[in-house]
């Protein structure tokens, strides 16, 4: 059992920066993948980030490419999705997730308004 509890969410102006963070119970070592997924009121939900268990790559939707950055602690086993150059598009709430073992766990989410 994985569980992820998330922090970080808020409203932020257009351009500015917000960093969510994704807390795991027990070593992320363990993790087969992890990462940030968004979903906004009457659209899909979108894979924003990820990284393997052993973040040794990082992939992101074109849409936040240049923009966002995954991020890991390994130390507090904590997950960071760092976003910048927010732009109204990027409002959501965001889950991070984990895979082990073929099971995927999610965090409660977290909502991030960009609104001026």
């Known amino acids: 059992q994985v569980q992820l509890v998330e922090s970080g969410g808020g409203l932020v102006q257009p351009g500015g920066s917000l960093r969510l963070s994704c807390a795991a119970s027990?070593?992320?070592?363990?993790?087969?993948?992890m990462g940030w997924y968004r979903q906004a009121p009457g659209k899909e939900r979108e894979l924003v980030a990820s990284?393997?268990?052993?973040?040794?790559?990082?992939n992101y939707a074109d849409s936040v490419k240049g923009r966002f950055t995954i991020l890991r602690d390994n130390d507090k086993n904590t997950l960071y999705l760092q976003m910048s150059s927010l732009r109204r598009e990027d409002t959501a709430a965001y889950y991070c997730?984990?895979?082990?073992?073929?099971?995927?766990?999610w965090g409660q989410g977290t909502q991030v308004t960009v609104s001026s």
């Open positions: 990284m393997p268990g052993s973040g040794s790559f990082t």
């Open positions: 997730y984990a895979i082990r073992d073929r099971t995927t766990y």
């Open positions: 027990g070593t992320i070592f363990s993790l087969n993948a």
